[in-house]
C-alpha cells in the first residue's frame, strides 16, 4: 500500500514541505513519484520516518541522522535502541523538569522578598567571576569579533558587568526550561531564544555563521562556560551548543 504525500503529512505531523525538503537532502526519498509528481511512500519510508522523528526528538541534527539510516542494517534492532534512548532520555528530562521547577521557585521567592538564595548550586547569578578573558580562548580564530567584545567590555562599569552576568543566568534558566521540556535544539521556540541571544550580541557587533558557531562550541569547550551551564542542568552546556549550530545554519547562512 502506498500513501500520497499529503496523507502522510497528516499521520504524522510533518508538513508536507518537510517531508519534500527530506527528499531534496536524500533523507527519505519516496517510494515513488507518480505521473503527476505526487510523492508515494509506503510502508519502509514510513518507518524511516518514524526513525527520522524519534531521532530529532533526541536532539540529533539532520546530517548526523543520514550517517545513522544509511549504516543501519536492522530496522527492528534501530528501533529497539531508539526505545532504550527515549527511555533514557525520558528519566533524565524527569530529573532535569524537578531540577529546573526548584531553580526557577528559588528565584521567583528570592526576588519576592529579597533573600538570597539557598540551594548550595544554584546560585543567583552563576556567571559571577567568569570575566570575558576566560571565553576569549574560543574567538582566537575570530579577532574582529573577540577586539569588539574586548572593547564593549572595558568600558563597562561594575554594576553593568554585574546586570550581565544576572541575564546570562536568566537566559541559561529559560533555556534550560525548553531542554526541560522535552524540545529539540532546532525547533521555534528554542530558535526564538537564541535569536534574543545573537541580537545580544549584535549590539556589539554581528557575528558571522562560522564566528556563532565558536561562541557555542565554547559553551562546551571552555570549563567556565561549561561547569556554570552543568550547575543549572545537565546537558544544558551541549543543548547551547546545537541550539547555536542550528540558528547559524538556518538564520546566519
Known sequence: MAW??????RISGVTARTLRHYDEIGLLPPARIGTNGRRYYEERQLLQL?????????????PEIGRVLAEQ???????????????AERDRLDTLAATVARTITELERSRKDGTPMTSINRPENLFEGIRPAHCMKA?????ELAGAIERHNAMLSEAEIEADERERTAQMIRLAELLAAGLPADSAEVQAEIDTQYR??????????????AIGRSCV??????AAYESIA????LYQRAAIDAYATTRLG
Open 73 to 87: 542494517v536492522d530496522e527492528l534492532e534501530a528501533l529497539r535502541g531508539h526505545h532504550r534512548q527515549l527511555l
Open 200 to 213: 545580544t550580541l549584535a549590539r556589539i557587533r554581528q557575528a558571522t555563521a562560522e564566528e556563532y558557531r
Open 139 to 143: 574567538l582566537r580564530d575570530f579577532p
Open 4 to 9: 500520497p504525500i499529503a496523507e502522510v503529512a
Open 50 to 62: 518514524q526513525q527520522i522523528l524519534v531521532l530529532r526528538a533526541l536532539g540529533v541534527g539532520l
Open 234 to 237: 545537565p546537558g544544558l552546556a
Open 221 to 226: 569547550e571552555n570549563e567556565h562556560w561549561r
